[in-house]
């Protein structure tokens, strides 16, 4: 079974909150899969996470390039993307694998395009957008301002940690967070 929790952000500057105080939690060792449509938001609470771990220059999605690196003094912090996970797996099997390995902090967008390649244990977080049933909210859409739904779901032990010392962070911020539901990965 996993732990989870359910988050509710009502627009990006809350998404990007809520990486930071994410970012402050990280260890080396730390895995983070991101899950969602495009514009979904995992990108933005990325970049919240490199501002949390004080990292200067602000994350970019790595798409193209499929892998960034930056420094922190917490260690490597590699953001990955698997968007086009043909090219992602290559990369993977020539060694970026290894890379994944206790001493760096990873975050792989469009994670769920390369799960063969993942460790199974990490801390998932999936994004939904939450649509109003109106005319306005394709407009909303359109302009990144509709809220989304991020669950967070641990898997392993280390994981189990990272979630537990972000609810403690976002208590600590006054931000309430609800229990998501826990599933079998």
């Not at 994410?22 to 938001?41: I, K, N, Q, S």
């Not at 200067?56 to 420094?71: A, R």
């Not at 003094?73 to 090219?87: A, I, M």
């Amino acid at each position: 079974m996993s732990a989870a929790l359910l988050l509710r952000s009502l627009d990006p500057t809350q998404t990007e909150a809520y990486g930071r105080t994410l970012g402050c939690c990280l260890r080396p060792g730390d895995l983070v899969r991101f899950e969602g449509d495009l514009g979904a938001g995992k990108t933005t609470f990325c970049r919240g996470v490199g501002v949390g771990l004080g990292v200067e220059e602000p994350l970019n999605s790595p798409t193209y390039l499929l892998c960034k690196e930056y420094p922190t003094e917490q260690g490597p912090l590699l953001h990955l993307d698997g968007y086009f996970e043909h090219r992602l797996a290559s990369l993977l099997g020539e060694g970026l694998i290894e890379r994944i390995d206790g001493r760096s902090m990873v975050l792989v967008e469009w994670a769920e395009r390369v799960a063969p390649w993942l460790p199974s244990e990490g801390l998932d977080l999936l994004f939904e957008r939450e649509l109003p049933a109106d005319s306005a909210a394709e407009a909303d859409a359109e302009e990144d301002r509709c809220p989304r739904r991020i669950e967070l779901r641990a898997h392993g032990e280390a994981a189990r940690l990272l979630l537990f010392r972000f609810a403690e962070k976002l208590a600590e911020q006054g931000i309430s967070v609800e229990p998501g539901e826990e599933a079998p990965r």
